[in-house]
């Protein structure tokens, strides 16, 4: 069997994809960016990316999540400042950061990454930064100075918020108009 793309996540609810594509039309509109611009409607928050598993690993790796999110209990988040990776003045990817119970939110990752580390996915490391990503670089692109953009960019900062009450495997499929995640399992929240 050919091997399954596959990713653990939050997914964001529809007032929270409406203010992340507000921010993106709003940064659109401050410069003209040489970007691919993710899609709101698929947006999520990625707690551990485990690249090409087995199909068989599926069900070991369900276990292992369903231990992480069953010792976290549900936690409220919403959006914060826009950043960039590697820097701001520098940005080769744009993502619009995460504030609230964010150390509730670091617990859940760390959780999943020490469950499912011991079945063979490298632990991560560098720090994570919740954040959503906006936009993303195109092939061949300067880096981006962010500040400038920002400068000219009124993002919304209206209080907009979601409980996160369970955790997602993910595959996903990569194509021409981008890559499209599919739910395999859910994992309530239940610590």
Not at 37 to 51: C, E, I, M, Q
Not at 109 to 133: I, K, M, N
Not at 174 to 187: A, D, E, H, K, Q
Request: glycine fraction near 8%.
């Amino acid at each position: 069997m050919e091997k399954i793309r596959a990713f653990i996540a939050i997914e964001l609810d529809e007032a929270m994809r409406r203010h992340m594509a507000e921010a993106q039309e709003r940064l659109r509109r401050a410069g003209r960016l040489p970007v691919r611009w993710a899609r709101p409607d698929s947006a999520h928050v990625t707690l551990k990316f485990l690249g090409e598993v087995e199909p068989e690993a599926v069900s070991r790796i369900a276990g292992a999540v369903a231990q992480a999110a069953g010792a976290a209990k549900p936690f409220h988040v919403g959006f914060g400042a826009i950043g960039a990776f590697p820097s701001p003045r520098s940005a080769r990817i744009m993502w619009l950061g995460l504030t609230g119970e964010t150390a509730a939110l670091s617990d859940l990752r760390d959780a999943v990454e020490s469950f499912v580390t011991p079945l063979g996915f490298p632990a991560e490391a560098r720090p994570f930064t919740p954040h959503v990503t906006l936009a993303r670089l195109q092939d061949g692109a300067r880096p981006v100075d962010l500040e400038a953009i920002r400068a000219g960019a009124e993002i919304p900062r209206e209080s907009v918020s979601q409980k996160i009450t369970d955790v997602v495997l993910f595959r996903s499929d990569l194509s021409r108009g981008g890559p499209v995640y599919t739910p395999l399992c859910r994992f309530p929240l239940t610590g």
